[in-house]
């Protein structure tokens, strides 16, 4: 008698004894170690330490941050960003309704409009203020990454300036402008040169 065929390969091998680790699971330590330095990078900053300790009352060691899970250190890093987040667009919201009135301005000017002076008045206008305040408290805070603030603040800065050197530019040339000539009548142009200067001397008179 022939011998049995070998069993057919498993469908479903067993797999192997050894543990097994998802991407996101081998990914733990890292994401945790970038979230650490993230926090601590804000804390020692220069510019951002001192408002961190005195606004948010808080400044973790590395050894504290790392009893922390991976959702409390999210969360300690998005209280620090959101609190820059609101605490600088403020300000951005400001200086952008001032860069929109006059670009409006410049705009609508230069579809032959005379609203010259209209971010002027726009910006002395309490109604204005009391909306735009409004508007402030009740707009969501925006996620705005700080690339795009840059970009925003360098564009808004080159506006200003140009509109600024401008202004300054025209003033001089007024300054630096030949007074007008004066305007001779053509009746005087005209008149014979006997006419222009009279004498009541002759040729030959003896002028003492």
């Known amino acids: 008698m022939k011998p049995p065929p070998p069993p057919p390969p498993s469908t479903n091998p067993k797999k192997s004894t050894s543990k097994q680790y998802s991407e996101p699971e081998q990914n733990t330590g890292i994401v945790k ?10 804390q020692n900053n220069k510019r951002f330490g001192s408002i961190i300790k005195q606004e948010l009352g808080f400044k973790y060691t590395r050894p504290q941050l790392a009893k922390n899970s991976i959702d409390s250190l999210e969360t300690i890093l998005h209280r620090i960003r959101t609190h820059l987040n609101t605490r600088n667009m403020d300000k951005v919201f400001e200086h952008m309704a001032k860069v929109t009135a006059k670009g409006y301005e410049d705009l609508v000017t230069g579809f032959g409009y005379n609203i010259e ?21 009740e707009r969501k805070i925006p996620d705005v990454p700080p690339s795009f603030q840059l970009m925003y603040i360098i564009a808004s800065t080159t506006y200003v300036a140009h509109t600024t050197n401008k202004g300054i530019q025209f003033a001089n040339q007024q300054k630096l402008q030949p007074p007008p000539k004066p305007v001779i009548s053509k009746t005087e142009q005209t008149k014979p040169n006997d006419e222009r200067i009279k004498s009541n001397f002759k040729p030959g008179d003896i002028i003492i």
């Not at 170690?33 to 804000?42: G, H, P, Q």
């Not at 008045?121 to 508007?135: G, I, T, V």
């Open 33 to 42: 170690e970038d979230l650490i330095c993230k926090i601590l990078k804000y």
């Open 117 to 137: 002076g209209f971010s002027e008045l726009l910006m002395e206008n309490p109604a204005f203020h009391d909306a735009f305040e409004r508007w402030k408290i």
